[in-house]
Each structure stands twice: as C-alpha cells, then as structure tokens.
C-alpha cells in the first residue's frame, strides 16, 4: 500500500476520532436488537464499521469461537477470517467482500448470544483501548499482522478439537489493537497467538508420537 493511501486513512479516523466514532460492541449491540423482516447481512456490517472493519471482523468473527456453536461452524467463521487477514496481509485498506461473502447473513440471536457472552469483555476492552505504543511504518506492521492473523484463521478454520478457542481470542484481541492503535494490545495478541499454537503443537504432537508408538 503507498504512503499516499494510509495518510489518507490517518486523516479519515482522525476526522472520524473527532466526532466521537461508536464503538464495535455498541454497533454489534445494535444489530443482535435488530428486528426486521430479513438477518443482517455481512455487507451490512461492513457499512456500518466503515474504515475499521478489518478490526471490526477480527473482533467479531474471532469473539465467535468463544460461543457454542454446532460443529463445523468454526470452519465457517473461520474462511471469512482467512479473506479479511489475507487481505489485510497484501496491503488492502478497505474490506473488499465477493458476491457470496456479501451475502452471508448472520442471525441477531446469534450476535445476541455472542454480546451476552462475550459482550462486556469486548466493551472493557474498548475501554482500556487507546493509541499508544504504535509502531511505525504502520504500513508494513498491518502487513505483519494481517500474516499473523491468516495463520490463525487457518488454524481457526481446521474443524479439530481445541484447534479454534485461543487463536480465534488472538485474533479478535488483534482487531481491538488495530482499530484503536494499541500497541499493548497488539503484544497481547502476538503472545496468546503465539501460546496457543506452541499449545496445540505440544497435544497433537504428541498424539501423533503416541500414535507412532503404538504402530
């Protein structure tokens, strides 16, 4: 991405900062309240979360895997990670959405669910969220963590045991520390997503070793 596009999206959330921006659990808020005739779409909260929705849909789709849900839906949740990480990864700085992306609907007792659970930690977490500590150039820092985060999403989208809770958390804490440029966040991120793969190396590892061994 040229230096010219992210000064323009500096301008844009300073100018947004000002008029006081909601924050992504009060727009999540609205739309699990929402009653209409149809769910909301994914094109709808991209609209609504404008220039932050890459944070904004780590958050959302990476607090999910704290809900229970059927099997199989990890991998679900986790394809539309892999597509907004990796688009993050090659330098984007707005969401693009395919047709079937798109359209995906979500349900609002689903996003009910997920702000009854998960809610008041995501708004503490907006809470003590602010800019600081952000490393410079942003430009390829977003790259490293959209990288990151495809990794995680991959490992998110596997339907195993234990594969999606801790790095789906990783990821949604990523998405708080680029929406509010938290540089704290962002090692917080970095350290869970880091311990959650040396963790799952450690169990599958040695399920594969006792395997042998048995063989």
Known sequence: MSPLAFSRIRREFRRQKGRRQRRISAILRSFSNRRSATDPTIQDLSLAFDTRAFGAFFILFGSLNLVP??????????????????????????VWLPERVRTIRL?????????????????????????RMWPQPEGLLLCVVGW?????????????PLTNMAPGVAIAIAGIAITARDGLWLIAAAVLGAASVLFLIGVYGGAVLALVHML
């Open 69 to 94: 849900l059927p099997p199989g839906a990890s991998t679900v949740f986790g394809l539309p990670l892999i597509l907004f990480a990796l688009q993050l990864a090659v330098g984007r700085h707005r």
């Open 107 to 131: 349900k609002p007792e689903t996003l009910a669910s997920l702000m009854t659970k998960v809610g008041p930690l995501i708004r503490r977490a907006e809470r003590l969220a602010r800019h």
């Open 148 to 160: 990151i985060c495809l990794f995680l999403a991959v490992i998110v989208a596997i339907p195993f």
